[in-house]
């Protein structure tokens, strides 16, 4: 009983854990993983890495985690298709006043923002992970 008791708590916490970052294939070009603290700013790199990948239609990925404004973490991961196409996946579950769902979208056209964001021509509907 007691270590019933014990396995039932251990796979209990406050608040989902974001998800890891699946390793790169090695055919894949790594831009990064990145953890931001609040204000802090995406390396141009980083953004100019998916932008080129996806010009040269080469599969590469970028996972950027940043908090909101109260400080829960958003974790986002770009990943470059062999087509040029960029899937984006939200996890938003660590955010208590968010949706608290992971949504993917299929983008195109990836350009930079601001001097530090990805922007995108089009992007699909987000559908729930």
Known sequence: MALAATLLLAGCTAQPTPPSVPPAEPSTQDCG????????KVPASAVQCVIEAAGARQPARLAITRPTTEGDPITTN?????DGQVEVTTDARADRFGSGHVERQTCTGPTVQ??????????????LV
């Open 78 to 82: 770009y990943a470059v298709t062999v």
């Open 33 to 40: 993983t990145l953890i931001l603290s609040q204000g802090q």
């Open 114 to 127: 601001d001097a530090q964001w990805l922007s995108f021509a089009t992007c699909s509907s987000p559908e």
